[in-house]
């Protein structure tokens, strides 16, 4: 048997993908995805730093030179829906998502693994497919239209936050599909796990 190698400091692996090997075996497709979204998810992280300034400027504007501008305020709204929505795939990944654990800390694991599979395949993975094939055509219709903020002096292209509907639920149907690999590999030992 080969050994567990020890865990980096941050929380990852070796490979630098979240250390949650007591929970679920890793795949080679789910190690694939969950890179992807990690670097997705990295990157956007960074969106939170230009929120916390966007958020600086504007209360130094209206406050200190008593000038408030819609677009900034606006775009703090944007920072934050399109952190939020890369966030919720990021947090799937690193199995940090809502769910009742004091229920789920008394399962074994392959209950947890039969209830993770259930609800990913039932709920999540269904309800990601109907926001893309709803958020698809309301995102291009914008993108046509060149929409911008019906606010006077509020932000134009409006069409690229809503684009980021489509974006944040692809990844979170990757992170899904991910999971529900890492499940099947526990449970039929299909896809062939690698722990």
Request: without cysteine.
């Given at each position: 048997m080969s050994e567990t190698p020890t865990p980096n400091f941050d929380g990852t692996d070796p490979d630098g993908l979240p250390d949650d090997r007591r929970s679920l075996p890793r795949t080679r497709l789910s190690n694939a995805i969950d890179r992807f979204i990690m670097a997705v998810g990295n990157v956007a992280s960074w969106i939170w730093v230009l929120l916390i300034l966007g958020i600086?400027?504007?209360?130094?504007?209206?406050?200190?030179?008593?000038?408030?501008?819609?677009?900034?305020?606006?775009?703090?709204?944007?920072f934050y829906a399109i952190g939020?929505?890369?966030?919720?795939?990021?947090?799937?990944?690193?199995?940090?998502?809502?769910?009742?654990?004091?229920?789920?800390?008394?399962?074994?694991?392959?209950?947890?693994?039969?209830?993770?599979?259930?609800?990913?395949?039932?709920?999540?993975?269904?309800?990601?497919?109907?926001i893309l094939i709803e958020a698809v055509p309301y995102a291009l219709t914008s993108l046509h239209l060149n929409e911008g903020s019906p606010s006077p002096g509020g932000m134009p292209y409006t069409w690229i936050l809503k684009s980021f509907i489509v974006w944040g639920f692809a990844l979170i149907f990757l992170a899904a599909f991910s999971r529900m690999l890492r499940c099947t590999a526990l449970l039929f030992e299909r896809p062939r796990p690698i722990w």
């Open positions: 600086i400027l504007n209360v130094t504007l209206r406050y200190v030179f008593g000038r408030a501008t819609v677009w900034l305020e606006e775009l703090q709204l944007y939020f929505i890369i966030g919720l795939s990021y947090a799937i990944t690193w199995n940090r998502h809502v769910r009742v654990d004091a229920l789920a800390d008394r399962w074994s694991p392959r209950t947890r693994a039969w209830i993770e599979l259930l609800g990913m395949l039932f709920l999540l993975l269904p309800f990601s497919v109907s």
